[in-house]
């Protein structure tokens, strides 16, 4: 079985400042770094119920390659057994 990290020493999560029906988007913290960070935070048994777990690989795909001001940048994405979070 797999060792799951644990999101909560990675990131701070503060503020949610957007939501969708994938996800939810908080204002936070990559505490490795302290820099601010917006927050992705997809739910694993959403995306199975949706059937849309293959959006998830080719958005984060999409996102390491654009670079725009209106457009947060793609850092790092974390998982554990229950969530999915990129920042």
């Not at 020493?9 to 969708?20: M, P, T, W």
């Not at 119920?49 to 998830?56: I, L, R």
Request: aromatic share 6%; hydrophobic share 40%; proline share 5%.
């Amino acid at each position: 079985s797999p060792i799951w990290p644990d999101i909560h020493k990675e990131l701070k999560a503060d503020d949610i400042i957007g939501q969708g029906t994938f996800a939810k988007v908080y204002s936070g913290t990559d505490l490795r770094t302290r820099e601010p960070v917006a927050i992705k935070v997809l739910t694993k048994e959403q995306l199975i119920k949706m059937a849309v777990t293959g959006m998830t690989e080719k958005e984060l795909a999409i996102l390491q390659k654009i670079s725009h001001p209106n457009i947060c940048k793609f850092y790092r994405m974390v998982e554990d057994h229950k969530r999915v979070s990129s920042f």
